[in-house]
């Protein structure tokens, strides 16, 4: 048994193994059914030790397929910490080449900066720094350079005065006078600073009501020594003028005869206090963002602000004013229209308003413009092109224009009462918006590479000055504008059509048969054609040939009836788009297109059966056409003669 299980197994391990050959042996070699038999236990046998063998190996690989899997994710997991090293090795390694060239920088610019600088050497070198010159006394003890931490970490210069600290940047202009920029002025009154436990190198300065500026120094040391700089100045500072510093109010004569010398000193006392306060009380106005009442406070301390006394205080306290008044002028000219309570109706004005009581005449036009613009753009974006062109062009010409004219109305309105003149703003803001709508409108009417219909394109532009002609009743005339910016689209227009015209007449002057024009007289063909040639008083009927039926004959070849009604449709469009500064090109186009068409006249054959034909054409274009189109152009397009057409008559004549 064992022999034959040794030989059928050899048998199907072989390669080369044939069933239908094995089968077909056995059935040879055996002599009954029972040894066939026998054959197929040997062979169940035989596939039940393999099964269980395959089984077996099935198992043991899949151990080992796990043991491989969790040594890869370990060395998955060794080369990650790998990685992490090595990307802080080179983090590492430029912090330190950018501390160096920050160092070697630092190193320059303190060259032109230095301790023991006064403050008028300090304004020379920074760019804004002039209002340190408003208090007297002013003097600085300490500045350096910082790295001022944000949104984006940015190299600053820190200057620490006696009363203030005022932050710089380098300027990126080598040419300048100035090394630096101001960027902030802080009162040291105003500021807490703060040591910040958690970064070694970092010190934090919060002004009230809701500024704070985040420094990092180069060393522990030098932040150690900021804080405690600023912290002793302003210990001196409290020290010097106290919690509430003395100033007095210069009293006019009247205000000295109104009452006694005692109740005159008691109520400037109590201005003066009230001045005092003033600057904590608009911090707290412009942290709630009461706009309103701060512009109030102002306007009703401004009397007792021109009276402030020139010695003692009165010059710091006006400083703090001033500076809460650019801070509040500032967020009134920062507010966004586009959305938010701004938006639209009166809470629109109140910002602009805000400004013109503060006196601020510049920023709330530039505010009033701004918003202006804001809601036109978005008015123009909620028109849908839909339709022809010429429907869309005058939605679009309409919305602009009319919006602009009572744009104009209430610039009028709300400006009227200031001293300064305004109106040069509107117009400056109107010739930008108007260059905005220029560029729309060109790339709508005047698209890149390709060509509208014909006599669409001077129709919009007709569409567009009529609007535009509703700035008149401001007294704005911006139809020379409106042509400077139109101009090249207009050029470009009156090229593509030109050369349209020249291609086909060349086309047509290769088909021409010189043959009479028929046409059928219930068509309305025929009219069209008179009504055509009216417009410049040219009779058709004398060239006109009748016969009894339905037919009318007109002796003209057919290559001139057709450049007569594309060459009409270009003197219209023209006409409609003309101006100043297209007139000698499209005089050079009208020539070039004339010329050409009369010239192919003096080239037909000589036959004599096209005679009539030709004879009649070439008289029509010389004697007719010609000179029409002249008269046309001198009455109604140029307004001035053209004789570089009329020469076309000339030449002809002598050919």
Known sequence: MSEHWEHYENKLKNENFNPKEFVQQLCKNLDNAQDLYGVKKVVEGIKQTHATDLKKNVYK?????????????????????????????KALISSLTDDNITS?????????????????????????????????????????????????????????????????????????????????????????????????????????????????????????????????????????????????????????????????????????????????????????RDFENAVRKLRDAKPDIAKLDQSNHGPEIKARIDSRLRQLTDMLTEVNMGSGMYAHGKASKKPVKQLLLLEKVTQ???LFLRNKSTNLKMSIRRIKMEGTMTL???????????????????????FSNTEAGCMPS?????ESELEWFADMFSRQVFPQGSVVGHGVAGECVAIALKFADQLSTNGLDISFLMHRLLQPGISETLKRNHIQIMEASQLRAKEEHWKKCEFNRHTGDIKKLDDLLKTY????????????DDKIYV???????????????????????????????????????????????????????????????????????IPAVITFLETQVTQQPVPQIRNILDTNDML
């Open 61 to 89: 690989n899949y151990g080992q397929f796990i043991q491989t899997s969790k040594e890869i994710t370990y060395l998955e997991a060794e080369m990650y910490k790998l990685g992490h090293l090595l990307t802080e090795q």
């Open 104 to 288: 070697e920088k630092n190193e320059a610019l303190d060259i032109s900066i230095t301790e023991d600088m006064s403050i008028a050497k300090i304004v020379e070198l920074v760019q804004g720094a002039a209002v340190l010159h408003d208090i007297p006394g002013r003097k600085m003890i300490h500045n350096g350079n910082l790295v001022e931490l944000g949104e984006d970490e940015r190299q600053i210069r820190l200057f620490l005065m006696n009363d203030c600290i005022m932050s710089a940047a380098p300027t990126k202009s080598a040419w300048m006078s100035e090394a630096y920029k101001m960027v902030d002025l802080l009162e040291l009154k105003n500021v807490t600073i703060m040591d910040v436990q958690d970064q070694k190198l970092c010190f934090k300065i919060t002004q009230y009501p809701a500024n704070m500026f985040l420094y990092r120094a180069e060393t522990e040391q030098k932040k150690i020594e900021w804080v405690s700089l600023i912290k002793r100045a302003q210990q001196d500072l409290k020290e010097a003028v106290g919690d509430r510093p003395d100033i007095e109010l210069k009293q006019s004569r009247d205000e000295m005869m109104e009452g006694t010398w005692e109740e005159n000193q008691r109520r400037a006392k109590f201005r003066a206090e009230a001045l005092l306060e003033l600057p904590e009380q608009l911090d707290v106005c412009i942290a709630q």
């Open 364 to 366: 709330a036009t530039s």
């Open 392 to 414: 869309y062009i005058t939605k679009l010409s309409q919305t602009f224009f009319t919006t602009v004219a009572a744009v104009g109305t209430e610039f009028k309105a709300v």
């Open 426 to 430: 509107y117009v400056s803001w109107v």
């Open 537 to 548: 008083n040219v009779d058709l009927s004398k060239y006109c040939v009748s016969t009894g």
């Open 555 to 625: 002796t003209l070849c057919h290559s001139v009836i057709s450049f007569v009604r594309s060459f009409h449709s270009y003197l219209l469009d023209a006409k409609k788009m003309y101006n100043v500064r297209v007139k000698k090109q499209l005089i050079d186009s009208i020539t070039s297109c004339l010329q050409f068409q009369a010239f192919q006249l003096k080239l037909a054959p000589p036959d004599e059966d096209i005679r009539t034909v030709v004879t009649s054409s070439d008289m029509f274009m010389n004697k007719e056409f």
